[in-house]
């Protein structure tokens, strides 16, 4: 089985910062991408950024030159850099993993708990 554990939600002002983690455990080989989506209240969940394993990036229009996705490959984990932080930015964060296990099987790896990220304004 895959885990995925996300982390660095919290409560902040407009403006400011905030950095989000996710580990991804279990039966993983090899990790193709990863990802962070958001879902608001009331909302459908979206994707916020990707990244592959060469490095490569996506981003939604709506955070593009505020957010920056990392990931370390050694560790199987991915990172969500926030910067000026906007209300509209308010949700719960749920990182992605599309990876190879053991056995070579392709998988989406479950959805995680989540953190929420607050910005007041």
């Known amino acids: 089985q895959v885990q995925l554990v996300e982390s660095g939600g919290g409560l902040v002002q407009a403006g400011g910062s905030l950095r989000l983690s996710c580990a991804a455990s279990?039966?993983?080989?090899?990790?193709?991408?990863m990802g962070w989506y958001r879902q608001a209240p009331g909302k459908q969940r979206e994707l916020v950024a990707t990244?592959?394993?060469?490095?490569?990036?996506h981003y939604a229009d709506s955070v593009k030159g505020r957010f920056t996705i990392s990931r370390d490959n050694a560790k199987n984990t991915v990172s969500l850099q926030m910067n000026s932080l906007k209300p509209e930015d308010t949700a719960v964060y749920y990182c992605?993993?599309?990876?190879?296990?053991?056995?070579?099987?392709?998988?989406?790896?479950?959805w995680g708990q989540g953190t929420q990220v607050t910005v007041s304004s």
């Open positions: 279990g039966n993983i080989f090899s990790i193709n991408y």
């Open positions: 992605a993993a599309d990876l190879y296990d053991y056995s070579g099987r392709s998988i989406l790896a479950p």
């Open positions: 990244i592959t394993g060469g490095g490569s990036t």
